[in-house]
């Protein structure tokens, strides 16, 4: 009984990494988790599509987890319009693939195009 063989404590320190990686992306305000909660429940219920290529998304995926998932995107961009950061009505669903593809030019998409399988 003493020992216990203690299993992985890994998925966390995961999922943690993939936030931060995230945060680091763009700054986002500490609203912005919560909103991004709001809008993903908002989506996962509409089954909305993709708004950039119009495809369904994988609602079954964690968010931002692999290039079919969900991730929300914003209609006017961030560096234009700061403000409307966490207006909901700004937030649209897309894929991960999408998003990144336009929002930070195609090179991001080649590079990240790499399996972050761990
Ligand atoms: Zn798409």
Do not use: T
């Amino acid at each position: 009984m003493p020992h216990s063989s203690k299993s992985s404590g890994k998925p966390l320190a995961r999922a943690f990494l993939l936030e931060e990686r995230e945060e680091r992306m763009s700054k986002r305000s500490s609203r912005w988790p919560y909103i991004r909660k709001m809008a993903w429940d908002r989506d996962r219920k509409n089954r909305a599509p993709c708004h950039i290529c119009g495809e369904r998304i994988d609602y079954s995926l964690k968010p931002s987890s692999a290039p079919l998932a969900w991730e929300p995107d914003h209609l006017v961009p961030f560096s234009k319009a700061p403000e409307l950061e966490l207006d909901l009505a700004n937030i649209a669903a897309s894929h991960a693939r999408c998003n990144r593809q336009r929002g930070s030019g195609a090179q991001d998409m080649a590079v990240g195009q790499r399996s972050r399988i761990w």
